[in-house]
């Protein structure tokens, strides 16, 4: 792993910690702040945010074929398409949160982190409206930066 992967993993593990404590009311610009406060890299924070509740609600969802793609609107430029399975960051944070879940995670926790991902809202309001998990076929997922 390189250096610069190894300072990512481990920020992503403190921020999964920091986590922990505050997801139940904490919004995005809240952790971003608390994890800059924390000494993690602000684009390293930035990242655990996009893509940690979208791992935590991949991990947790299991009986979904979730697509490997994304596409990524940058703020002043075309959309791009890209892949999770490309991505170095959301590689190393869903290889942390599999590690997490194998250690007998906490109910409240895992809810609170997938909550954040629109991936979750979009589950839960699928099931909530009487859909049956088997045939739930989620769309390409959108990440605005």
């Not at 952790?31 to 609600?57: D, M, N, Q, R």
């Not at 959309?79 to 290889?95: A, C, G, M, S, T």
Request: charged share 30%; with cysteine; glycine share 4%.
């Amino acid at each position: 792993m390189e250096k610069h992967s190894i300072k990512f993993a481990a920020d992503a593990q403190h921020a999964l910690k920091l986590m922990a404590k505050v997801h139940a009311t904490a919004t995005e610009e809240d952790l971003l702040e608390l994890f800059i406060s924390e000494g993690i890299e602000e684009k390293h924070a930035i990242e655990i945010i996009v893509f940690l509740p979208i791992a935590f609600c991949r991990r947790m969802i299991t009986t979904v074929s979730w697509k490997d793609e994304y596409i990524e609107i940058p703020q002043n430029g075309a959309p791009l398409k890209k892949k999770f399975r490309d991505n170095e960051y959301y590689r190393i944070i869903y290889v942390m949160v599999d590690k997490y879940f194998s250690e007998s995670p906490k109910r409240d926790v895992v809810l609170g982190i997938s909550e954040m991902s629109a991936e979750f809202v979009a589950f839960n309001d699928f099931v909530r409206d009487g859909g049956i998990l088997e045939n739930m076929q989620p769309g390409i997922p959108r990440i605005v930066r």
